[in-house]
């Protein structure tokens, strides 16, 4: 199977600071990947695409300069919200398209104090 | 605007019985659908699909059917089993390409009761 994971599955962070997540595929190479938010209740909600070796292509209201994509090898992308704030608190998931699926890693569960 | 809707956030069904999850959308555009599949602490897992051009597609246990028409689809487990409990999610895009948006309805959580 594809498996993808996500790194660290839980993080607390103190408002200001700056969280890393990283999203890899383990026994696959994947050309793309995306980056999802899910808060409570909702939906996920696509938040990026990432392109390996290219910049990544932002949704509609999605901040660049506060949530920075690096997808720097065929296996690793890796999403760094910058100068968190409380409302930054979600569920970040991200997927690794594999021929015409997505699949998605565990999740990370962000909470900025 | 949310373009894909499921409107019953839980539904509790027997062991045995048939599940109906059902998904509503409001774009026209979508010509692709997916049902995932949600255990706590892991991510959706791909459970079956359907392109526009079909009404029905089947795969063991599960089927979903597509009303273009009504723009709505549903997602039947028949017989439901205890390990089907989960959060399942409809999602939809413009094709069956893989690097398309995907758009995601908020989830039904599905209890199967033994």
């Known amino acids: 199977g594809a498996v993808v994971s996500q790194h660290p599955s839980r993080v607390i962070c103190k408002s200001g600071t700056s969280v890393k997540i990283e999203c890899r595929s383990l026994?696959?190479?994947?050309?793309?990947m995306f980056w999802y938010r899910q808060f409570p209740k909702q939906s996920l909600m696509l938040m990026a695409t990432s392109n390996e070796g290219s910049k990544a292509t932002y949704e509609q209201g999605v901040e660049k300069d506060k949530f920075l994509i690096n997808h720097a090898s065929l296996t690793l992308s890796t999403l760094t919200v910058t100068s968190a704030h409380p409302e930054d608190s979600s569920f970040y998931i991200c997927?690794?398209?594999?021929?015409?699926?997505?699949?998605f890693g565990p999740g990370t569960r962000l909470t900025v104090l | 605007d949310q373009q894909v809707k499921q409107n019953s956030p839980s539904l509790s069904v027997q062991e045995g019985r048939i599940s109906i999850l059902n998904c509503d959308y409001t774009?026209?555009?979508?010509?692709?659908f997916l049902w995932y599949k949600k255990y706590p602490a892991e991510g959706p897992t791909f459970l079956i699909s359907?392109?526009?051009?079909?009404d029905k597609n089947e795969d063991g246990r599960f089927t979903v059917f597509l009303n273009k028409s009504a723009k709505h689809l549903s997602l039947h487990i028949v017989p439901s089993q205890p390990g089907d409990s989960a959060v399942y999610f409809c999602a939809a895009s413009r094709s069956n390409f893989g690097n398309e948006k995907l758009t995601f309805g908020t989830g039904t959580r599905l209890t199967i009761i033994p």
């Open positions: 997927s690794a398209l594999r021929l015409r699926g997505q699949f």
């Open positions: 359907i392109s526009s051009i079909k």
């Open positions: 026994d696959f190479q994947a050309t793309t």
């Open positions: 774009n026209s555009m979508f010509d692709y």
